[in-house]
């Protein structure tokens, strides 16, 4: 198997695995040839299932195995990775290669840099025989990489990580959830980030925030937040404590209109759906709390999840009430025609 990109968008690069590693410590990675997926799913937590376009972070990209649509499967340690990348942002280039070195699977990130830029020196390499890399067939091919151009460093960044069958992952999939009661496009993450932290902060203070009945049978110790919105553009956040309730109201905002081609039914689905009965129950300036969904969801790990709001694009948060929350993240790319990133997130309800 083989795998060799360019990378043209380390930033955005960077910006995604450290929204990712406060989530899981270790992602599956998959690799074809039209896709790139990173996925985590943690013992409790929220769940990512991120489908990026190859042109929204590699610019030339070489993959082979012996898999249907050239596949590699691989788990990845997302706190290694991220620290490879952040130490590649002054970077002239830079490249990631599946490799292995003394029978060790790796991912390598070479960078080339100059002097100036301020990486240290005592970590390139000036060339030669470094590692071995997989042909199409699992054999070891011999690389010689030297530097030709003078006044230039080449480092590699080395991120030990494991090849995964096509078997050990077939029966990965995502939540199945029902149609969602709302949608709805979110306000600015990093402002929605902001006030989230800071009802959390004054739960934790005052130390009565609840610690059990987790959907699922899980625990938690943080506090929970409350997140409700309708079908006429009203999101609220809130928290609730013995020691006080407060909440916070967008209004204004958008909710996106239903395509029937991807809807079940067509028109008829459409107005069969229960959005569409929401929106027939709530009233436009949201006084009434008929038509509105809810879910309760634990402050800390929302504060994780809305780390994702660095990366930019605009998001569409689906309520199915009282079971789950999950959000759209759609990035935007720069190349013309390119196609769109989504990254899902699956966030479980807490019991009232």
Known sequence: MRFKAGIQNISTFTKLTASLVSLGHVAWVRLNNTEVRFTIIPEQGTQVWAVLSIDSIFETYTIQSAVPNNTINLEVPLQPLHRALRSALQATSASIRLTKKDNIPLLILTIV?????????????????????????????????????????????????????????????????????????????????????????????????????????????????????????????SIKTDAMNISSVWTGLTNPELDPAVVAGGEDGIRDHPSTRMKALGTADGGSEAGWATVRIDGKDWG???????????????????????????????????DESVLTYYVSSYSS
């Open 304 to 338: 994780r999840v809305l780390s994702v709001g660095r990366l930019g694009g605009r998001v569409i948060a689906c309520f199915c009430h009282e079971h789950a929350l999950i959000l759209y993240v759609y990035l935007s790319n720069d190349e013309e025609g390119g």
């Open 113 to 237: 840099t100059n002097p100036s830029s301020g990486i240290p020196h005592s970590t390139a390499f000036n060339g030669g025989n470094r590692d071995n890399e997989f042909d199409a067939e699992g054999r070891e091919q011999s690389l010689d990489f030297s530097t030709s151009r003078e006044r230039e460093i080449i480092i590699d960044q080395e991120v030990p990580i494991r090849v995964l069958s096509a078997a050990s992952v077939e029966g990965i999939h995502e939540p199945h959830c029902r149609e969602p009661d709302v949608h709805i496009l979110l306000p600015s993450l990093l402002q929605l980030k902001s006030i989230s932290d800071r009802f959390t902060k004054l739960a934790l203070v005052t130390k009565t925030a609840p610690t059990s009945g987790v959907m699922g049978g899980s625990t938690t110790l943080g506090p929970r937040l409350e997140m409700s919105a309708n079908m006429h553009g009203c999101l609220r956040l």
